[in-house]
Nanobody
Framework: QVQLVESGGGLVQPGGSLRLSCAASGFTFRNYAMSWYRQAPGKERELVATISSFGGYTTYADSVKGRFTISRDNPKNTVYLQMNSLKPEDTAVYYC??????????WGQGTQVTVSS
C-alpha cells in the first residue's frame, strides 16, 4: 500500500521557520523524484520545489527561492522542505508528490501551514 504522510505543519509568525517532512512507504522511494506543492484557499495548486531521485538536482518556484530548501534522505524514505523567512502568503496546504518519468505518481494527504501574527 502506497503512502505519503506529511508532517510538520502548523501556525508560525511571519519571519519564522518550519520544516515539513514526508514519509514514504509502499514503493521504491529512491526511484522517484519528489516535489512539494501547495494550495491556498481559492487558488490553484502550485509547484513549490522538486528534487531528483538521488538529490543531485533541485528546482524552486521563484516565490520561494532563497527561503525554502528541499532535501531527501533515501535510506529513511523521507523528503523534507525547510521553510525560512515565512510570509503570510506562504499560508497553504502543502502536499508531497512522488513521480517517475513513466508517469507513475502519488500524492500525500497534505499538511496545513499558516503564517500569521
Amino acid at each position: 500500500q502506497v503512502q505519503l504522510v506529511e508532517s510538520g505543519g502548523g501556525l508560525v509568525q511571519p519571519g519564522g521557520s518550519l520544516r515539513l517532512s514526508c514519509a514514504a512507504s509502499g514503493f521504491t522511494f529512491r526511484n522517484y523524484a519528489m516535489s512539494w506543492y501547495r494550495q491556498a484557499p481559492g487558488k490553484e495548486r502550485e509547484l513549490v520545489a522538486t528534487i531528483s531521485s538521488f538529490g543531485g538536482y533541485t528546482t524552486y518556484a521563484d516565490s520561494v527561492k532563497g527561503r525554502f530548501t528541499i532535501s531527501r534522505d533515501n535510506p529513511k524514505n523521507t523528503v523534507y522542505l525547510q521553510m525560512n523567512s515565512l510570509k503570510p502568503e506562504d499560508t497553504a496546504v502543502y502536499y508531497c508528490y512522488a513521480f517517475t518519468s513513466s508517469r507513475v505518481a502519488y500524492w500525500g494527504q497534505g499538511t496545513q501551514v499558516t503564517v500569521s501574527s
